[in-house]
C-alpha cells in the first residue's frame, strides 16, 4: 500500500513534470527499502484449509469485527457531532473523521482477507466500500487533501499492521531475525509514505493568508484609481 505513492510519485514526475522536493526523495528512499525488507522477510500465502460459507477462517477475526464496528459507531456519531447537537465537542475531534476512515477500510481489508480462505458466496455478503468512499467525499470536503490524505493513509497502515500481527497471526511462523526485519520494513515504508505526501496546514494557510493579502491591496488600488 505504501509503494503506491513512490509509483504515483514517479509517474506524477515523469510525466505531468511535477516537481519532487528532496524530503519526497528521501521518502521515497525510505518506502522502497521498507517495502523491500517486508517481500524478502515477511510473511508469505500458506497452503490453508478453506472455511465453511459464511463464517470466519480466524477465530479472533469475528470478535476483532465487533469490536471495531463499535469503535466505527462511536467515531462516526463523534464525527457528526455537530447534526447531533453536541457542539461542544471541539477541535480535539477533528482526528475523527481520517480515523473513522482508516478504520472503514481496514476493516475492508478484514472481508477481502476472510473471502480469500473462503469458498465463493452465493449469497451478498458485507463489504464497507461504499462507507470508505462517502467518507473520502466527507474529508475531502471538510479537511485540507494535504491533511486528510496522511492521517487517512497513517491510521489506516498502522490499523493493517496490528490487523496483520495480532488478529491474522502473519508473523507467527516467522524466525525472529525475520520478524524484526519485517517490522522494520513496513515501520520504514509507513514513515517514507508520510515524508511523500506531508501535512502542510501552515503553508497552505500562509499561501492562503498571501493571497488574501494581495486581494486587498488590488482592492485598494482600485479604490485609488477610483
Known amino acids: 500500500a505504501c509503494f503506491r505513492l513512490v509509483v504515483v510519485t514517479a509517474l506524477a514526475h515523469l510525466c505531468l513534470g511535477e516537481h519532487i522536493a528532496l524530503r519526497e526523495v ?38 476483532y469485527v465487533l469490536l471495531a464496528s463499535c469503535l466505527l459507531l462511536l467515531l462516526l456519531l463523534v464525527e457528526h457531532r455537530k447534526q447531533l447537537g453536541f457542539c461542544r465537542l471541539g477541535s480535539p475531534c477533528s482526528f475523527a473523521l481520517p480515523l473513522v476512515t482508516g478504520l472503514a477500510y481496514a476493516l475492508q481489508k478484514v472481508f477481502n482477507t476472510e473471502l480469500g480462505f473462503s469458498p465463493t458466496p452465493n449469497g451478498p455478503f458485507a463489504d464497507p466500500k461504499v462507507m470508505v468512499f462517502v467518507l473520502n467525499l466527507r474529508g475531502a470536503a471538510r479537511l485540507p487533501v494535504q491533511v486528510f490524505v496522511p492521517m487517512a493513509f497513517a491510521f489506516c497502515t498502522t490499523l493493517q499492521y496490528f490487523q496483520g500481527i495480532f488478529i491474522f ?8 531475525q525475520d520478524v524484526a526485519l519485517s517490522l522494520s520494513g513496513a515501520s520504514m515504508s509507513l514513515m517514507g509514505a508520510l515524508c511523500i505526501q506531508p501535512p502542510l496546514c501552515g503553508k497552505a494557510a500562509s499561501v492562503e493568508e498571501e493571497s488574501s493579502l494581495e486581494a486587498g491591496a488590488m482592492k485598494g488600488d482600485l479604490l485609488c484609481v477610483a
Open 169 to 176: 497471526d502473519e508473523l507467527t511462523h516467522l524466525a525472529p
Open 26 to 63: 528521501f521518502g521515497i528512499g525510505m518506502c522502497t527499502l521498507g517495502t523491500s525488507l517486508c517481500l524478502a522477510f515477511g510473511p508469505r500465502r500458506s497452503a490453508s484449509g478453506h472455511a465453511p460459507e459464511g463464517d470466519f477462517y480466524h477465530e479472533k477475526a469475528e470478535i
